[in-house]
């Protein structure tokens, strides 16, 4: 995860491509320097969108499916703009087992946003973790960082609520 990452662009953000440009130059454009440019370029923009992708594949002489394998490989890459919290429902073992997909359920239901994506107002981005060591107080909630045991829907609501 990037600690310094920006604040959150809207879908109008404006590409500029001289900006991004200026970027790759400051790596020399070396294809060995692509996940640093990337890291760079989330930090401007606050997530990776596609025309980014395809300047940085064009300028660096490197296939795009090579660019989009490094973003999708590493998890703390994003194409979609990250909201200003990252809530994270566990579904490892334990927390499967004890209803993590019911507060997965409940989440959508909530937020109205599905896996993967952030939500309408910006305020949540919607993940699944594979165990957040809280397995004994299962199912586990985490938002940024900040772990919730024994989630259940009653408490997932006003536990969402502090996050205005
Ligand atoms: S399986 Fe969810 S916290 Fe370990």
Known sequence: MLAERQQPCSEKTQINQ?????????????????IQVLHQLQNVYGFLPIEVLMQVAKKMSVPLSEVTGVVSF???????????HTIRVCLGTACYVRGGKKIIEKVQELLQVQLGETTEDQRFT??????????????????????????????????LAKYE
């Open 126 to 159: 919607f993940e699944i973790a594979r165990c957040i060591g809280a397995c004994g107080l299962a199912p586990a909630v985490m938002i940024d960082n900040e772990v919730y045991r024994q989630v259940n829907s009653n408490k997932l609501k006003s536990i």
């Open 74 to 84: 590493y998890s703390f890459f994003s194409t979609q703009p990250q909201g200003r």
């Open 18 to 34: 001289q900006e991004v440009s200026k970027i790759i130059d400051l790596f020399d454009s070396k294809r060995s320097n692509l």
